[in-house]
């Protein structure tokens, strides 16, 4: 099993930005690739960027140039730093853990994020 914790969810205005934090615990030792979905109301969970043990990373055209996914092995935890945020960005965000052998995904419970003037 594997436990996602985010932090770093807010309020902020327009052209703002914010940093999103995911520790994960438990068996890491087998996950592959971690990333970040949002869901907004309404709307389907939508994969906004990931990034592979390797490094590297994939970004939803949505997000491309604003967002960057990051990771510091040593603190198994996995950043997604947001700028120039717009209101069409609010969300809940989740941070998301694969692992192929055997397939399983895993998710933390997610923090609101709101981009409002």
């Known amino acids: 099993q594997v436990q996602l914790v985010e932090s770093g969810g807010g309020s902020v205005q327009p052209g703002g930005s914010l940093r999103l934090s995911c520790a994960a615990s438990?068996?890491?030792?087998?996950?592959?690739?971690m990333g970040w979905a949002r869901q907004a109301p309404g709307k389907q969970r939508e994969l906004v960027a990931s990034?592979?043990?390797?490094?590297?990373?994939h970004y939803a055209d949505s997000v491309k140039g604003r967002f960057t996914i990051s990771r510091d092995s040593a603190k198994n935890t996995v950043y997604l730093q947001m700028s120039s945020l717009e209101p069409e960005d609010t969300a809940v965000y989740y941070c998301?853990?694969?692992?192929?052998?055997?397939?399983?995904?895993?998710w933390g419970q997610g923090t609101q994020v709101t981009v409002s003037s």
């Open positions: 998301r853990a694969v692992r192929i052998r055997p397939i399983a995904v895993y």
């Open positions: 438990g068996s890491i030792f087998s996950i592959n690739d």
């Open positions: 990034i592979t043990n390797g490094g590297s990373t």
